[in-house]
């Protein structure tokens, strides 16, 4: 019942007067932060990467609906990074409520902005972690990815070497928010080759800058931005 009422409240949102809505942009699915600096060259290396890791190929599904298969894949994506002095849970609240505003349309009734407010914080938001920022091996990764020709990711686990002795016991916070077009949109206006987003935003603090290979006590922002196209059987 939860989840209908959900999707009631964001197709509300997308399509006050009950219409089928044409697809977001990224934007208006996770606004970019105005209280955070863009990085151009942080993100350009950041979508080398992610394109020669194969993440574009990763992101794909797959829904019911009815008698309907929805398979879904990306076709596209773009990387885009901020960086800010505000800490990660002063982030995270003002993810919280930018989400929030932009999403509550007028007049929304309390219960059901009692609901958006569970939907953002259960399902579009992850909680806060901490771990190691040196999980892995250094020396077993840079063997796996020279072996395989991969050489976007060398450059950064040089760099992290460089900074061994500031990161190897260092732990950092992270969290996600994650939000899935599809998610938003009536499931009877999907159709085959209908275009949609999948926006995946990572932050942290502290972390690595790559450009100049140093550790940055502030937090960083960054999102991966999936074209999807839908298939439907």
């Known amino acids: ?42 993100s350009k ?26 398979r879904y894949e990306s076709v596209d994506m773009d990387v885009r990074i901020y960086t800010t002095s505000r800490s990660i849970h002063e982030v995270r609240d003002l993810y919280f409520d930018m989400m929030l505003q932009t999403m509550k349309p007028e007049g929304m ?7 958006l407010e569970d939907f953002l914080e ?18 077993l990764v840079e063997s796996y990815y020279r072996e395989a020709g991969l050489t976007a990711i060398l450059d950064w686990i040089t760099c992290y070497r460089e900074l061994l002795p500031e990161i190897e016991d260092k732990t950092a916070e992270s969290f996600v928010i994650e939000v899935n077009e599809l998610q938003l949109r009536r499931p009877d206006t ?6 949609f987003y999948i926006i995946k935003v990572e932050v942290e603090q502290p ?5 100049d290979c140093r550790l940055v006590e502030e937090t960083l922002i960054i999102y991966n931005i999936y074209r999807m196209v839908a298939t439907v059987e």
């Open 1 to 42: 019942m939860k989840t209908i009422l959900y999707l009631i409240i964001f197709v509300f949102f997308f399509s006050p007067a009950g219409h089928s809505f044409g697809q977001a942009t990224p934007e208006q699915l996770v606004p970019f932060p105005d209280f955070a600096t863009y990085q151009p060259e942080m």
């Open 45 to 70: 290396l950041a979508l080398e990467l992610s394109l020669q890791m194969d993440d574009l190929e990763s992101m794909h599904g797959s829904i019911i609906d009815g008698g309907r298969h929805i």
């Open 109 to 115: 009734p309390p219960d059901a902005l009692d609901q």
């Open 122 to 139: 259960y399902e579009i938001f992850y909680e806060i972690e901490e771990q190691l920022m040196l999980d892995f091996d250094l020396d």
């Open 190 to 195: 999907i159709r085959d080759g209908t275009n």
């Open 207 to 211: 972390y690595v800058n790559v450009v």
